[in-house]
């Protein structure tokens, strides 16, 4: 799927059925992956799309700057047009525009998470604040929860699972803290990092005690948080300076249906709930996708909320470096890797130009059957082969 020039990807959105990505200017754009249909769901919102998350097949939630979350059905009609719901208004925009400078937010499939964090100045870096507003959007019922907690003002938001929270906070220039928050158990969980531990540029949450981190660019380790973030198990990637990261758990239910014939239902109609229908706009010119497929295994089903229940051996991490390579890591080990510079049915003109220069934020998405990679020249849907 391409992308507009200086509008880099912010999210991405992956099913089986339907890919999804979001972009600094707040443009989105969704392709049905049965019949490879881009659709523009919208040109520009009022932020940028700091988020995209599946309620189920045909239903998806959508971030926009720190302030509102949109939700979209699919829903098949005999009109060809696509109807674009009618972005909300914030009452005061010069307030919002200052909030902005210091919000983040952390979108899963059920809560926004947005934080509000005062910057720092020189002096102030070091000093602990227990008056951090943190704002907790339940995406189902619209019901939002106000809490304090308490965190440096320099502090790096990493993820959220809708009961942990993980940060790391800069305490000085030479000492950090990694921490974790569990809002049910009321317990913080931290651990002070010298200028030797090395900058931490991602961080998941894999389970209800262990999480995921990248040190030095390409050092991986598996972390026991409710252990003195004890290391469970490490390794190195692969390759070069880790880019993106994904946790996919490999043994939860596809949410991708088919009809009675056994084949994907076109997108036609586009609508969100709540909103008039405006007038309609004319669909995007067909776009070229590359896809090929890649070997990948899938485990058994099971169900999860929270990461309560979660098997490790059933998490798929996905990571994306800066020379293009995708390795995998199932059952404690990289199970499956490729380079997106071999995959055949990409043409030799996007292969002439690198896809991580610009310096922009990048995303891998995964589900059961494909992957989402964004680059500097578009979002590429890549087919796994069983």
Known sequence: MEIRF???VGALGLNDRYAIYGTLMGRIMILNLADKNPNLACEFS????????FENTETFHVAIGDYETQRYIMNINSSNSLQIPEASKNNDENFHNANCKHSF???????????????????????KRDNIEIKIKNILTNNIENINLEMCNYSVPFDFDGVRFVWVEFLNEKERCLCV?????????EKNLDKNFGHISHCKILTKDKIFIVRKFDECEILL???????????KNPGDEVIAIDVFNSASKPIASSNENGDFDQIKIMQKDKY???????????????MNNVNVNVNKQIENENNENICEENLSISLLDLEGNVSVY???????????YDIKDISKDHKSKQFFSMGYPYFI????????????????IIKKEY
């Open 6 to 8: 200086a509008d880099p």
């Open 365 to 380: 998405k995964q589900s059961h059957n494909f992957f989402s990679i964004s680059t500097d020249h578009g979002v590429f």
């Open 46 to 53: 009022s932020e940028n799309i700091t988020g995209i998350v």
């Open 225 to 235: 948080f409710e252990n003195d973030f004890k290391v469970d198990k490490n390794f």
């Open 105 to 127: 937010t952390i979108l899963n499939n059920k809560f926004l998470f947005m934080i509000y964090l005062n910057l720092p100045t020189e002096n102030e870096i070091n000093v």
């Open 330 to 340: 199932e059952n404690h080990f990289i199970g499956k890797r490729f380079n997106m």
């Open 181 to 189: 928050y569990n809002f049910e158990k009321e317990k913080k969980y």
């Open 276 to 290: 008039d229908k405006i007038a309609e706009k004319q669909m995007p010119r067909k776009l070229d996708i590359e």
